[in-house]
Protein backbone atom coordinates (compact mmCIF):
# COMPACT_ATOMS: atom_id res chain seq x y z
CA UNK A 1 0.00 0.00 0.00
CA UNK A 2 0.90 3.79 0.06
CA UNK A 3 2.68 5.08 3.57
CA UNK A 4 3.69 8.83 4.88
CA UNK A 5 5.87 10.05 7.34
CA UNK A 6 6.08 11.44 9.57
CA UNK A 7 2.44 10.99 10.61
CA UNK A 8 1.98 13.82 12.40
CA UNK A 9 4.29 17.46 12.58
CA UNK A 10 4.74 20.69 14.68
CA UNK A 11 6.10 23.18 12.98
CA UNK A 12 6.59 27.07 13.19
CA UNK A 13 5.78 30.10 10.90
CA UNK A 14 8.25 30.63 8.65
CA UNK A 15 10.04 27.05 8.66
CA UNK A 16 10.65 24.31 5.79
CA UNK A 17 9.00 20.97 6.39
CA UNK A 18 9.63 17.97 3.96
CA UNK A 19 6.82 15.20 3.77
CA UNK A 20 7.32 11.76 2.52
CA UNK A 21 5.09 9.26 0.53
CA UNK A 22 5.98 5.60 -0.73
CA UNK A 23 3.71 4.62 -3.19
CA UNK A 24 2.63 1.37 -4.43
CA UNK A 25 4.95 -0.83 -5.80
CA UNK A 26 5.07 -0.22 -9.57
CA UNK A 27 2.60 2.81 -9.68
CA UNK A 28 4.78 5.72 -11.43
CA UNK A 29 2.47 8.28 -10.62
CA UNK A 30 1.69 10.43 -7.32
CA UNK A 31 -0.29 13.44 -6.86
CA UNK A 32 -0.27 15.05 -3.35
CA UNK A 33 -3.46 16.75 -2.11
CA UNK A 34 -3.64 19.48 0.97
CA UNK A 35 -7.06 18.52 3.06
CA UNK A 36 -7.88 21.57 5.40
CA UNK A 37 -10.11 20.49 8.68
CA UNK A 38 -13.66 19.90 7.75
CA UNK A 39 -13.12 20.26 3.57
CA UNK A 40 -12.32 17.80 0.61
CA UNK A 41 -8.62 17.56 -0.08
CA UNK A 42 -7.39 20.43 -2.73
CA UNK A 43 -4.52 18.86 -5.31
CA UNK A 44 -1.47 20.38 -5.35
CA UNK A 45 0.26 19.14 -7.94
CA UNK A 46 1.28 15.25 -9.75
CA UNK A 47 4.57 13.77 -10.49
CA UNK A 48 4.67 11.16 -13.38
CA UNK A 49 8.57 10.14 -13.85
CA UNK A 50 9.59 12.50 -11.82
CA UNK A 51 8.36 15.30 -14.08
CA UNK A 52 5.72 17.71 -12.91
CA UNK A 53 2.74 16.69 -14.56
CA UNK A 54 -0.06 19.07 -13.14
CA UNK A 55 -0.35 21.47 -10.75
CA UNK A 56 -3.25 23.00 -8.73
CA UNK A 57 -3.49 26.89 -7.41
CA UNK A 58 -0.57 26.14 -5.04
CA UNK A 59 2.28 28.82 -4.93
CA UNK A 60 5.97 28.06 -5.81
CA UNK A 61 6.97 27.44 -2.38
CA UNK A 62 4.73 24.07 -2.15
CA UNK A 63 7.56 21.81 -4.38
CA UNK A 64 8.22 18.24 -5.11
CA UNK A 65 10.28 15.57 -5.72
CA UNK A 66 9.55 11.95 -6.97
CA UNK A 67 12.27 9.32 -7.25
CA UNK A 68 12.97 6.22 -9.36
CA UNK A 69 12.33 3.78 -6.18
CA UNK A 70 8.78 4.47 -5.63
CA UNK A 71 9.19 7.48 -3.22
CA UNK A 72 8.29 11.22 -3.14
CA UNK A 73 8.78 14.46 -1.46
CA UNK A 74 6.12 17.04 -1.01
CA UNK A 75 8.42 20.30 0.59
CA UNK A 76 6.81 23.45 1.65
CA UNK A 77 9.09 26.51 2.21
CA UNK A 78 8.24 29.53 4.47
CA UNK A 79 5.40 28.14 6.10
CA UNK A 80 2.05 29.95 6.88
CA UNK A 81 -0.19 29.21 9.50
CA UNK A 82 -2.57 28.05 6.68
CA UNK A 83 -0.59 25.82 5.64
CA UNK A 84 -1.85 23.60 8.84
CA UNK A 85 -3.69 20.57 6.91
CA UNK A 86 -3.80 16.86 6.35
CA UNK A 87 -1.55 16.80 3.65
CA UNK A 88 -2.04 12.91 1.87
CA UNK A 89 -0.62 11.24 -1.66
CA UNK A 90 -2.17 9.25 -3.74
CA UNK A 91 -0.27 7.01 -6.14
CA UNK A 92 -1.58 5.40 -9.97
CA UNK A 93 -0.46 4.34 -13.43
CA UNK A 94 0.73 6.30 -16.12
CA UNK A 95 -0.09 9.91 -14.96
CA UNK A 96 -4.02 9.55 -14.54
CA UNK A 97 -6.34 10.14 -11.33
CA UNK A 98 -7.83 6.97 -11.88
CA UNK A 99 -7.72 3.93 -9.42
CA UNK A 100 -5.43 6.32 -7.23
CA UNK A 101 -4.12 5.06 -3.87
CA UNK A 102 -4.48 7.20 -0.93
CA UNK A 103 -1.40 7.18 1.91
CA UNK A 104 -2.84 8.10 5.41
CA UNK A 105 -1.71 11.31 5.47
CA UNK A 106 0.79 13.79 7.66
CA UNK A 107 -0.86 16.12 9.89
CA UNK A 108 0.95 19.14 9.81
CA UNK A 109 0.36 22.14 12.37
CA UNK A 110 1.90 25.11 11.93
CA UNK A 111 1.87 27.30 15.22
CA UNK B 1 -11.93 26.16 -12.57
CA UNK B 2 -14.34 23.47 -12.22
CA UNK B 3 -16.10 23.47 -8.95
CA UNK B 4 -17.68 20.36 -7.29
CA UNK B 5 -20.38 20.80 -5.07
CA UNK B 6 -22.16 18.30 -2.57
CA UNK B 7 -25.54 18.53 -0.43
CA UNK B 8 -26.23 17.94 2.16
CA UNK B 9 -22.72 18.70 4.35
CA UNK B 10 -24.02 16.78 7.02
CA UNK B 11 -26.79 13.95 7.19
CA UNK B 12 -27.51 12.08 10.56
CA UNK B 13 -29.94 8.97 10.24
CA UNK B 14 -30.65 6.22 11.78
CA UNK B 15 -29.58 2.32 10.68
CA UNK B 16 -31.84 1.01 8.17
CA UNK B 17 -32.85 4.49 7.02
CA UNK B 18 -32.13 5.13 2.83
CA UNK B 19 -30.08 8.17 2.12
CA UNK B 20 -29.10 10.16 -1.09
CA UNK B 21 -25.95 12.81 -1.37
CA UNK B 22 -25.29 14.54 -4.80
CA UNK B 23 -22.71 16.24 -6.40
CA UNK B 24 -23.37 18.81 -8.65
CA UNK B 25 -21.43 20.99 -10.94
CA UNK B 26 -22.05 23.78 -13.76
CA UNK B 27 -18.73 22.23 -15.55
CA UNK B 28 -19.02 19.07 -17.55
CA UNK B 29 -16.40 15.99 -16.37
CA UNK B 30 -15.39 13.61 -18.42
CA UNK B 31 -15.83 11.07 -15.31
CA UNK B 32 -16.39 11.40 -12.22
CA UNK B 33 -15.55 9.23 -8.85
CA UNK B 34 -16.88 8.49 -5.31
CA UNK B 35 -14.65 7.94 -2.43
CA UNK B 36 -15.34 7.36 0.81
CA UNK B 37 -12.79 8.30 3.88
CA UNK B 38 -12.83 7.93 7.65
CA UNK B 39 -11.35 9.47 10.20
CA UNK B 40 -7.25 9.21 10.67
CA UNK B 41 -7.00 7.81 7.27
CA UNK B 42 -6.89 8.87 3.42
CA UNK B 43 -10.11 8.52 0.73
CA UNK B 44 -10.77 4.73 -0.34
CA UNK B 45 -12.24 4.95 -4.37
CA UNK B 46 -15.30 3.75 -4.06
CA UNK B 47 -16.64 4.01 -7.63
CA UNK B 48 -15.57 5.68 -11.21
CA UNK B 49 -18.75 6.80 -13.53
CA UNK B 50 -17.41 7.59 -16.96
CA UNK B 51 -20.67 7.45 -19.44
CA UNK B 52 -23.50 10.35 -19.33
CA UNK B 53 -26.56 8.53 -17.66
CA UNK B 54 -24.53 5.43 -16.28
CA UNK B 55 -25.49 3.42 -12.96
CA UNK B 56 -23.28 1.68 -11.42
CA UNK B 57 -24.11 -0.54 -8.56
CA UNK B 58 -21.70 -1.62 -5.37
CA UNK B 59 -24.20 -3.93 -2.70
CA UNK B 60 -25.73 -1.87 -1.08
CA UNK B 61 -24.87 1.52 -2.57
CA UNK B 62 -26.29 2.90 -5.96
CA UNK B 63 -24.15 6.01 -7.90
CA UNK B 64 -25.31 7.54 -11.42
CA UNK B 65 -24.07 9.91 -13.58
CA UNK B 66 -26.14 12.77 -14.71
CA UNK B 67 -27.21 12.83 -18.79
CA UNK B 68 -25.03 15.74 -19.29
CA UNK B 69 -22.01 14.24 -16.94
CA UNK B 70 -22.30 17.89 -14.83
CA UNK B 71 -23.99 16.20 -11.84
CA UNK B 72 -23.59 12.55 -9.73
CA UNK B 73 -25.64 10.75 -7.14
CA UNK B 74 -24.85 8.59 -4.39
CA UNK B 75 -28.05 6.22 -3.21
CA UNK B 76 -27.53 3.85 -0.04
CA UNK B 77 -30.02 1.60 0.47
CA UNK B 78 -30.98 0.61 4.24
CA UNK B 79 -27.47 2.17 5.82
CA UNK B 80 -25.50 0.64 8.17
CA UNK B 81 -23.25 2.09 11.00
CA UNK B 82 -20.10 0.79 9.26
CA UNK B 83 -21.26 3.32 6.50
CA UNK B 84 -20.53 6.29 8.70
CA UNK B 85 -17.45 8.38 6.97
CA UNK B 86 -16.90 11.45 4.65
CA UNK B 87 -17.94 11.07 1.27
CA UNK B 88 -16.29 12.82 -1.56
CA UNK B 89 -17.27 13.46 -5.03
CA UNK B 90 -14.06 14.50 -7.52
CA UNK B 91 -13.00 14.36 -11.26
CA UNK B 92 -10.41 15.96 -13.67
CA UNK B 93 -10.62 18.86 -15.22
CA UNK B 94 -11.07 19.22 -19.29
CA UNK B 95 -7.47 19.68 -19.57
CA UNK B 96 -6.55 16.91 -17.67
CA UNK B 97 -4.26 18.97 -15.67
CA UNK B 98 -6.15 19.62 -11.99
CA UNK B 99 -8.19 16.99 -9.63
CA UNK B 100 -11.18 18.86 -7.80
CA UNK B 101 -12.79 17.07 -5.03
CA UNK B 102 -16.37 18.66 -3.60
CA UNK B 103 -16.54 19.41 -0.19
CA UNK B 104 -17.77 16.06 0.70
CA UNK B 105 -21.07 15.16 2.40
CA UNK B 106 -20.27 13.98 6.48
CA UNK B 107 -22.82 11.05 7.22
CA UNK B 108 -23.47 9.26 10.69
CA UNK B 109 -25.38 6.44 10.76
CA UNK B 110 -26.49 5.56 14.45
CA UNK B 111 -27.46 2.20 15.45
Known amino acids: GVTQSPTHLIKTRGQQVTLRCSSQ?????VSWYQQALGQGPQFIFQYYREEENGRGNFPPRFSGLQFPNDSSELNVNALELDDSALYLC????????????FGPGTRLTVL | TQLLEQSPQFLSIQEGENLTVYCNSSSVFSSLQWYRQEPGEGPVLLVT?????EVKKLKRLTFQFGDARKDSSLHITAAQPGDTGLYLCAGEDNYGQNFVFGPGTRLSVLP
Open chain 1, 90 to 101: ASSLSATYNEQF
Open chain 2, 49 to 53: VVTGG
Open chain 1, 25 to 29: SGHNT
